[in-house]
C-alpha cells in the first residue's frame, strides 16, 4: 500500500502552471509541506524535527489549491509517494514527492478565555 498522511504548514504559496498536451490544458501546482515530530530527548529535554514534503496535484484539484492555500496555512494532504526519474544534460535525477489525492485546509482555533483548549476543526475535504 501506498499513501501518505500530511499534517503541516505550507512553506510557500503554492505554484500553479499549465501544460498544453495537445488538444486540452493541464493545470499542476506544487508546494511544499512542513511536517514536525516532537520528542523527548535522553536528558529531558523536548525538541522537534521538521521534515519538508514536496506535493503536486493535478487538474481541478490544482486549481482549487490555487484558489485557497497560502504560505504558513494548517493543511491536510493525502495521496501517495511518486518517483520521478528523468536525465538532463547527461545527469541522471530523482526526486520524491506526494502525488495529492485528497486535500483539506486546517483552521486551528485559539484558546478561550478560560484557558482550556478548543478542538481543532477541520474544513470539509475535497477529493478530486
Partial sequence: MNQVILRGNLTRDPELRTIDNGNRSIS??????AVSREYTKANGI???IVSYIPCEAWDS???LIAESFRKGDLVFVEGSMRNDKWEKDGVKH????????NF?????????ADHT???Q?????VAF
Avoid: P, Y
Avoid at 530523482?94 to 489525492?101: E, F, G, H, L, T
Fill in 28 to 33: 499542476v501546482i506544487n508546494f511544499t509541506v
Fill in 117 to 119: 483548549q478548543q478542538q
Fill in 104 to 112: 483539506s485546509k486546517l483552521t486551528k482555533l485559539k484558546k478561550n
Fill in 94 to 101: 530523482n526526486s520524491m514527492k506526494v502525488r495529492v489525492n
Fill in 121 to 125: 476543526q477541520e474544513e470539509e475535504a
Fill in 61 to 63: 484539484g490544482a486549481e
Fill in 46 to 48: 523536548r525538541d522537534k
